[in-house]
């Protein structure tokens, strides 16, 4: 199964690829190496066939909400090291941080798809200032964080 994070805010969330860096504009699919591709696409909670939000896991109490997927991000007790690892909790680092800048508090939870309405194993309400770098991010299954400005 697919390890996701889920990020829930009170303000819109940017969505779409970040990270990438093809050979050129003219080339948007043509990458130098491994590590230009890495990115994390991050999609939102909209469903446009329905006109209307869902919520990806009931532990949410905002409605503003994005999913993202990348094997480069860990589990705790997982960690490699590698550069592509380095890199995707650098995007998700900065994500966060825009976010909570612009509404003072996200949610952030991980857990494998579909398994989004188990119980949490573990919750934190921290402060952005404690998250000194990307590998703070680092979650176990099933864990659960509030970050407040």
Not at 8 to 21: D, Q, T
Not at 119 to 144: G, H, M, Q, T
Request: proline share 5%; with cysteine; net charge positive.
């Amino acid at each position: 199964m697919t390890q996701y994070i889920y990020l829930a805010s009170p303000m819109r969330l940017p969505k779409g690829s970040f990270g990438s860096k093809p050979v050129s504009p003219k080339k948007p699919n043509v990458f130098k190496n491994e590590l230009d591709f890495t990115h994390i696409y991050f999609e939102n909670n909209y469903d446009s066939k329905l006109k209307r939000r869902f919520s990806y896991s009931p532990h949410f109490s905002f409605n503003h909400q994005v999913a993202a997927y990348s094997n480069h991000i860990p589990l705790k007790y997982e960690l490699k090291g590698t550069a592509e690892e380095e890199k995707c909790l650098t995007i998700l680092y900065f994500y966060l941080e825009e976010a909570i800048q612009a509404s003072g508090v996200v949610e952030y939870f991980t857990c494998l798809n579909s398994k989004e309405e188990l119980a949490i194993s573990k919750k934190r309400n921290i402060r952005w200032k404690e998250i000194k770098k990307p590998y703070d991010l680092v979650l176990e299954d099933l864990e659960f964080w509030e970050i407040r400005l």
